[in-house]
């Protein structure tokens, strides 16, 4: 079953703009991760975050975590084409470390 | 540091023929490693994971088999493929975070 679920599908922007994508899940997680996987290519690992931990950054990406919610947030500033790919948000319960379930992914197209 | 490589990149098979995925870890003692399939426009599912040498566990039921001859190997594989086997298979190692290899694209025909 699917754990993850990333909202939008799909999204579209300009250069410059920030792209904001969001998962939810369903039960208690150890962690989430999230991953962008270029068309055709293996998942690039961007950020971890503990379900201790509420917001992270990492270069030009912020996620964030909010579990009572059951949410988290990957936002992209100032987006480069080269962000165009699939993101995908993958959580992993408790005691299942590398147990991961990934959401169906949300695509991000950046336009020059 | 660490390094996972996986080969074939793409493979072409038959419907009936047996198959056999490689993944090697590189930079790293004793990882967990696991398999998983990405069918098209999915997300990854978590086919089988390993703790250590001979020790399998898998989570879904399928035609398929995994097996960890060595620390840092770990093998898919199948004796006769079926057309619902066609995905992309990436094979991952983790401490924490969860690292995956660049993945085989498979289709059986």
């Known amino acids: 079953s699917q754990q993850g679920e990333e909202d939008p599908q799909a999204l579209s922007i300009q250069e410059g703009e920030n792209a904001t994508m969001n998962c939810s899940y369903k039960t208690s997680i150890n962690n989430l991760q999230w991953y962008r996987q270029n068309s055709g290519r293996g998942l690039v690992h961007l950020i971890l975050?503990?379900?201790?931990?509420r917001e992270k950054h990492s270069g030009r990406l912020r996620v964030t975590l909010d579990t009572s919610k059951k949410s988290s947030s990957l936002l992209i500033t100032a987006s480069r084409a080269a962000d165009t790919a699939s993101y995908f948000c993958?959580?992993?319960?408790?005691?299942?470390?590398?147990?991961?379930?990934f959401g169906a992914g949300t695509q991000v197209v950046v336009t020059p | 540091s660490q390094t996972i490589h996986q080969w074939p990149a793409t493979l072409v098979q038959p419907v009936g023929s047996p198959l056999s995925l490689e993944c090697t870890v590189e930079g790293t003692s004793n990882p967990n490693l696991y398999w998983y399939r990405q069918a098209a426009g999915r997300g990854l599912q978590l086919l089988f994971y390993?703790?250590?040498?001979?020790?399998i566990s898998s989570e879904v039921p399928q035609n398929l088999s995994a097996s960890r001859p060595q620390d840092r190997q770990f093998i898919l594989s199948s004796k006769k493929l079926l057309l619902s086997d066609s995905g992309f298979y990436l094979c991952a190692w983790s401490v924490e975070s969860v690292y995956f290899g660049p993945g085989t694209r498979l289709t059986v025909l």
């Open positions: 975050i503990r379900s201790n931990e």
């Open positions: 993958a959580t992993a319960q408790t005691d299942s470390w590398g147990k991961l379930q």
């Open positions: 390993s703790v250590g040498i001979g020790q």
